[in-house]
Structure formats: C-alpha cells, structure tokens
C-alpha cells in the first residue's frame, strides 16, 4: 500500500509540541494522510485530485 521511501510531510505551522497534526505524502498515483502521532497506524489514500480539491476547500 505505501512507499517505502515516502517523504511524510507536515505543516511549518504545526509547531513541534507534537500537537494534533496530520502529515501527508506523495505516493504513487494517491496522496496518502495519516496522523503524525500514530505513523505506524491507518492511513488515508485519496485521488491527487482530490486533495487538490480538499486543499482549495480549506483555504476558502
């Protein structure tokens, strides 16, 4: 399911007092999220553009 060399990514406005933050990373063909307190955990795939659409959504 995922790539093992995946570069996982979180917010600079994130903070590092390991707060409430998901990080996200480019995978093959999907965006995957996951939460950056549990790496190890689920994680979400969605449709590139799809999260460009979520992305667009959250910044109205």
Do not use: Y
């Amino acid at each position: 399911m995922e790539d093992l060399n995946a570069q996982w990514r979180k917010s600079s406005h994130s903070g590092g007092n390991g707060g409430e933050c998901i990080e996200v990373a480019n995978l093959t063909g999907t965006i995957g999220i996951r939460d950056s307190k549990n790496p190890d955990g689920p994680k979400l795939l969605v449709a590139r553009a799809e999260f460009v659409a979520l992305l667009a959504t959250l910044k109205h």
